[in-house]
Structures are given as structure tokens and as C-alpha cells.
């Protein structure tokens, strides 16, 4: 069943300004990880941020999570032609001692750059 | 290069044609995982392996059987698919701890892709 819902699902922005998207889930989760593809290939991991966290950076993204809201925040500062691609988010999900490590993905934010 | 390698990166079939997918990792990595990317749909995860042994099946239908002779390898054997089978198949691979509670799950890698066509 589908855990992360992304929003917007569409995204297009000018180079050089900031992109924000946003990622809901239901359940309880251990970690909520963000993904970026590119058309037709697949998934490259971006970031991993923990329950425990409420923030997390890496080069140009900061990564949000509020889980009292059961929410996260991806944002790209100072996006370039280059970032153009769908981000997911994914959240773990499973039972005890069977099914760790299981990823479920969202239907994913399609950013659009444009130079 | 993620370290997960998926051939063939296309495949054209018939519905009565018998192929299947392979996908390889060499991060020893303990858990691999076939999912399944349709247009405007999410990705679906198919099947799971952790440490060799099944552990998920999502509802998946018997013409999609799965193999993991061991961690390094995992087949998807098709037979008789449909034309909405048509599909991008990822593979990834993840370090999962040792069986418990659920722990802190580490990143998956992916592999590019068989972008499947069922004619």
C-alpha cells in the first residue's frame, strides 16, 4: 500500500531559484529517505533522515521532518537544469523480524528546471 | 554505477514468450528487492529477499516468479504476461540489520532498470 504521498506533483521553476516538495506518510516510521530518478533509470538515494531528526542537510538540500505531522520537506536551494527529475520519498514499512528494509515510494514530484 | 546490475535494459515479449530479468549486486548487500514502475503509479514493491529467504509477496501474480539462488543474484522469470504488465522492473539492494524489531533501515541502491514491453 502507498505510505509517502509527495506534493506537488508537478514542479517547474527557473534555474537558480529554490524548489520545495513536500511528503506526507501514515504510519510510524524509523527513517523517511528521498530519492531522486531520472527518466527511465533508476532510483538514486539522496538522503536519509531519521525519527529523531528534525533536520539534515547535504550540499544543496535540507531535508525536514515533522513527525507529529507525519510530514517531510524536501528543498533544493539554488536549483540548476541539471536537477530536473521525479523525487520520491520513502518510508520503511514491514512487521516485526520479517520485512525490515522494505522501502514504499510515493508517486513522486516531477521538478522541471528551466535554464 | 550504483552496483547493481540489471539485464537485459530492454525486453520486447509476446504473451506466450518465456524470459526472465536478472539483477546482480555486489555491495554484499543482505536484502533485494523487485519493484515495479508504471506510468502516473507509484512504485509498487513485488517481492523482497532478506538473507536468501522470501519475505514478501505483494499480492504478486504467478505469471511473476521470482528466484535469489543467492545475495548476490535475483531472477524475475515472466510467463504469459499481459500487455498491462508493461512496465519498468527495478531491482535494488539494501544492508538490513539482523531480524528484530524493526531497526534502522539503511539506504536501497538501485539498479537502471529492464524496461519490459509485452506485445
Not at chain 1, 82 to 100: E, I, M, P, V
Request: charged fraction near 20%.
Amino acid at each position: 500500500s502507498q505510505q509517502g504521498e509527495e506534493d506537488p506533483q508537478a514542479l517547474s521553476i527557473q534555474e537558480g531559484e529554490n524548489a520545495t516538495m513536500n511528503c506526507s506518510y501514515k504510519t510510524s516510521i524509523n527513517n523517511l529517505q528521498w530519492y531522486r530518478q531520472n527518466s527511465g533509470r533508476g532510483l538514486v538515494h539522496l538522503i536519509l533522515i531519521r525519527s529523531n531528526e528534525r533536520e539534515k542537510h547535504s550540499g544543496r538540500l535540507r531535508v525536514t521532518l515533522d513527525t507529529s505531522k507525519k510530514s517531510s520537506s524536501l528543498l533544493i536551494t539554488a536549483s540548476r537544469a541539471a536537477d530536473t527529475a521525479s523525487y520520491f520519498c520513502a518510508t520503511a514499512a514491514g512487521s516485526y523480524g520479517g520485512s525490515q528494509g522494505n522501502l514504499i515510494f510515493g508517486k513522486g514530484t516531477k521538478l522541471s528546471v528551466k535554464p | 554505477e550504483t552496483g547493481v546490475t540489471q539485464t537485459p535494459r530492454h525486453l520486447v515479449m509476446g504473451m506466450t514468450n518465456k524470459k526472465s530479468l536478472k539483477c546482480e549486486q555486489h555491495l554484499g548487500h543482505n536484502a533485494m528487492y523487485w519493484y515495479k514502475q508504471s506510468a502516473k503509479k507509484p512504485l509498487e514493491l513485488m517481492f523482497v529477499y532478506n538473507f536468501k529467504e522470501q519475505t514478501e509477496n505483494n499480492s504478486v501474480p504467478s505469471r511473476f516468479s521470482p528466484e535469489c539462488p543467492n545475495s548476490s543474484h535475483l531472477f524475475l522469470h515472466l510467463h504469459t504476461l499481459q500487455p498491462e504488465d508493461s512496465a519498468l522492473y527495478l531491482c535494488a539492494s539494501s544492508q538490513v540489520p539482523g531480524q528484530g524489531p524493526l531497526g534502522t533501515n539503511t539506504e536501497a541502491f538501485f539498479g537502471q532498470g529492464t524496461r519490459l514491453t509485452v506485445v
